[in-house]
């Protein structure tokens, strides 16, 4: 085992705490209005040195939560097992000054008990989870996806119970419609469960959890709300402005696809560039900052594949005006 240099966390990285953290609906919790997930970039077929730079600066520049789930990667599991090195290695002694999310509903393992939203596979996708990350709690607990055959009692009482068990501390839901949130709402409020936090995708492409009439509930019944995706997979940057660049995501084909970037598309990112321009800001931080100020959104969910673009994203602000901000109409939407 090759020795490291021993970690110690920047000093500073509380000093924008006023402005850089936000309530978490009506909970005690607050959440900085940056969080980094590791959906992308940190699993196994990663270099472990970039994923640990850039958990390095997050955390040295007030990032406190880290967003996971169980099947993040490739391969399933291995951003988790990242994390669970980075904990073992760096974070450990900064333990209860992170906040930790990880989550279970998609395919995971083979067989009928690997996937969706059984009490069977919630309760030992996270018995996996904190074995990989090497803890013994996670702070919050999402069911990843909403489960149409599954009663959603069985669902939530799990969740209720991982709680009581002492292994999650708060609970979310993630994509679930807007019934089964008000259920799910009520369910584990009787229950002295409360849901702590809805996370659905919401950004200038994607409005849909402001169109069903997500976000409105959670703001009114005070639980929080968590955007992943704000830039689209990248393609509210400027990577994709001028073609399809090589070592893209979208290059390699995976979950965003070449026929998305439409001639409708790219000349609405056009209209986009321009008002970032005219702000003195990058296509990216005027994304970034039109989600964080939508009424009721505690935070956004930003991967990176750099350190660089970490500290970009981070430049975002919630507090801009957001009214002449141009939005697309339905041919452009993905």
Not at 41 to 67: K, L, M, Q, W
Not at 68 to 79: D, I
Not at 280 to 296: H, I
Request: aromatic residues 10%.
């Amino acid at each position: 085992m090759n020795i490291i240099e021993r970690y110690t966390a920047a000093s500073g990285r509380y000093d924008d705490a006023e402005m850089f953290y936000r309530r978490c609906g009506r909970s005690g919790v607050f959440l900085p209005r940056v969080s980094l997930g590791l959906w992308h970039n940190f699993g196994g077929n990663d270099p472990f040195e970039r994923s640990r730079a850039i958990v390095r600066y997050a955390f040295d520049h007030g990032v406190t939560h880290f967003d996971l789930a169980n099947n993040y990667g490739p391969p399933y599991g291995s951003a988790e097992e990242t994390f669970g090195r980075l904990m073992r290695d760096d974070l450990m002694p900064y333990r209860d000054e992170i906040f930790v999310s990880t989550k279970a509903g998609y395919d995971m393992w083979p067989g009928p008990y690997g996937n969706w939203g059984s009490r069977k596979y919630l309760m030992a996708s996270l018995d996996q989870s904190l074995r990989r990350m090497n803890l013994d709690y996670v702070d919050l607990f999402y069911s990843h996806r909403y489960d149409p055959v599954t009663p959603l009692e069985e669902t939530l009482q799990a969740l209720v119970d991982i709680v009581r068990g002492g292994k999650a501390l708060y609970v979310g839901i993630s994509r679930w419609p807007l019934e089964a949130l008000k259920f799910a709402d009520v369910y584990l409020r009787e229950r002295d469960v409360p849901l702590l936090i809805y996370q659905g995708r919401l950004n200038l492409l994607d409005r849909e959890p402001q169109e069903s009439g997500v976000t409105g509930y959670c703001e009114e019944h005070g639980i929080g709300f968590i955007s992943f995706s704000p830039l689209a997979q990248g393609l509210l940057t400027d990577r994709y402005r001028h073609g399809v660049p090589d070592g893209s995501r979208m290059s390699r084909g995976g979950s965003l696809k070449r026929n998305t970037l439409t001639s409708e598309l790219d000349n609405y990112l056009s209209l986009l560039s321009a008002s970032a321009s005219a702000r003195g800001m990058s296509l990216a931080e005027l994304a970034l900052s039109w989600v964080q100020a939508q009424k009721g959104v505690t935070s956004v969910i930003v991967g990176a594949s750099s350190v660089d673009q970490l500290a970009m994203n981070l430049q975002s602000r919630g507090d801009i005006a957001v009214d002449d901000i141009p939005l697309p109409d339905k041919s452009v939407l993905v």
